[in-house]
């Protein structure tokens, strides 16, 4: 919308923007906003709107002189580049990052979650170790990139329509591919990084069945993949090389053959009411837009607290996405251990940047930008409200296994959205909440993804994409509490067998991707 068209509408603020706290410099439209728009405020004089705002974007209310912090969220954004005058569009034309220091403080701000929502039962597998997941699929998971081609095509074998119809109880093959496994060095970060992602795939509850695939002269050997797991009693678990087997065709045709001797079996496997004590969560957000951290975002933290208050996890991650944020949940810190465990990654992060001649202010992506963020501070302000107010439990490395009933926890992983929610869903999430406002695709097999839209807008053009419309809070149809409740149900309903939009799509093979560090040689 060009800045020359101007307007004379004349409009209540609270009409066409959300001011989120008394004291923020800023307040976000909710429409576009056209030049010389007035905008009405009760006991104060108008705001003319000095050049078109999109809608997202945010509005100055106030005076901010040149050097001075921009706040939002009642947190500081960045730093005015010049001065800003009341109804100026805020964005990267006059808003730039805030490198000043936070006051860390741990544990100061611990808040009781609802736990109104204990005895709460869905409908889950529970294996014979005690873990309860919430799909039952049979894995095809490869040690090295050189087995991913054979891998996809034995688990072709089993796709399309009917190929699976006398087995209801099984929700398909899928292929676990990925591009390394050799050519690093197995001890290293990368190496072991690598394999504790392939292994707690291998050990996900949301498998009854497993055949590990390797070339076999790889650097990591498909038998580390299993090897001292303490797999349940009653996985179905195969392992096979290419090289022993006599090539691409013979190993296609012999693990065929296993699987179908193996689908029997894992059929036998039955839902059963199950505490939703027993859920794994994982929290991810991808696409954002200005509407994210006041719609999708905080509504799953509502549902995260529900969950958690009824004795869940739910775990947050994407650590360049909470830097610039990080001192609210260090104040969410049952210990000050605890709180210095994520301190410690986010430094590990500006040295990891670095060497890779960037800084953790690279982000937001223009995606993000055009949708009306303008610095990872304020990324990070609304990505960390899908972790609701619970106290921060635990900080887990990537892909790390996390201990179920630990409550609300983080994860280190990349804001990349394939390689973070493959880290949560290694770690053991059984199911994957995914907020967007620009519109994500994202699939998350075997744990299904829950797609959370925030702006009606682009609900409605993505619609058979996303599951649940969170716009509708900006749009005033619907509280953030209701919405949250919304979430919250939905999560229960997914995790009991209802199937997920991505689920229908049949994505999340291709979106398994471990973060791959280190030196290839």
């Not at 027993?278 to 509504?299: H, M, R």
């Not at 210095?340 to 986010?346: A, E, G, H, T, V």
């Not at 993000?368 to 302000?381: D, F, M, Q, R, Y």
Request: charged share 20%.
């Amino acid at each position: 919308m060009s800045d020359t068209l101007r307007t004379t509408t004349s409009l209540p603020l609270a009409e066409a923007t959300i001011l989120l706290r008394p004291d923020d410099d800023v307040a976000i439209a909710t429409r576009d906003l056209l030049a010389g728009t007035v905008l009405e405020r009760e006991g104060a004089e108008p705001l003319v709107v000095a050049a078109t705002v999109p809608r997202a974007h945010k509005l100055a209310v106030r005076v901010v002189a040149a050097g001075g912090q921009v706040r939002k969220y009642g947190q500081s954004i960045g730093r005015a580049t010049r001065e800003i005058l009341p109804g100026e569009h805020v964005h990267g034309h006059n808003l730039a990052m805030d490198d000043g220091e936070h006051d860390y403080e741990f544990g100061t701000a611990r808040v009781t979650v609802p736990p109104t929502m204990r005895g709460r039962t869905f409908r889950g597998y529970r294996r014979a170790d005690g873990r309860v997941g919430t799909r039952n699929f049979i894995g095809v998971i490869t040690s090295v990139n050189c087995s991913a081609s054979t891998a996809k095509m034995i688990a072709d074998q089993f796709r399309g329509i009917g190929v699976l119809d006398e087995f209801e109880h099984v929700d398909g093959v899928m292929a676990i591919t990925h591009g390394s496994g050799c050519g690093l060095v197995p001890d290293s970060n990368g190496g072991q990084t690598l394999l504790r992602t392939l292994r707690g795939y291998a050990h996900h509850p949301n498998f009854g069945g497993l055949l590990v695939l390797g070339l076999g002269c790889e650097m990591i050997p498909v038998q580390s993949l299993t090897a001292g797991l303490d797999l349940p009693e009653g996985l179905h678990v195969e392992t096979m090389t290419i090289q022993d087997s006599g090539g691409v065709r013979a190993t296609v045709r012999e693990a065929v053959a296993k699987i179908r001797a193996m689908l029997p079996e894992v059929d036998q496997a039955r839902r059963e009411d199950v505490d939703i004590s027993e859920l794994v969560l994982g929290l991810n957000c991808g696409g954002s837009d200005g509407y994210s951290g006041i719609t999708a975002n905080p509504a799953l933290g509502h549902a995260s607290d529900l969950l958690v208050g009824a004795g869940g996890t739910s775990v947050l991650a994407e650590t360049p996405e909470v830097y610039g944020a990080e001192h609210l949940l260090t104040r969410r810190a049952v210990s000050e251990e605890v709180g210095r465990k994520l301190l410690d990654r986010i430094a590990w992060w500006k040295d990891y940047a670095a060497a890779g001649g960037g800084t953790l202010d690279n982000n937001p992506s223009p995606g993000n930008k055009a949708g009306g963020l303008t610095t990872i501070l304020e990324k990070s302000l609304g990505a960390v409200a899908k972790g609701g107010t619970a106290e921060l439990s635990a900080v887990y490395e990537y892909a790390e296994p996390i201990e179920r009933g630990v409550g609300f926890a983080f994860m280190d992983t990349p804001g990349y959205d394939p390689v973070s929610v493959t880290g949560l869903v290694a770690g053991g999430a059984t199911v994957v909440c995914f907020t967007t406002g620009r519109g994500s695709v994202l699939g998350s097999k075997p744990a299904p993804t829950i797609k959370l839209a925030t702006n009606t807008e682009m609900y409605e053009r993505m619609h058979e994409d996303m599951d649940l419309n969170c716009g509708r809070i900006v749009d005033g149809t619907a509280t953030l509490t209701e919405v949250g409740e919304e979430i919250f149900e939905k999560i229960i309903a997914v995790a009991s067998g209802e199937t997920s939009v991505s689920e229908e799509l049949d994505l999340g093979q291709e979106e398994f991707v471990p973060w791959q560090l280190g030196a290839v040689t």
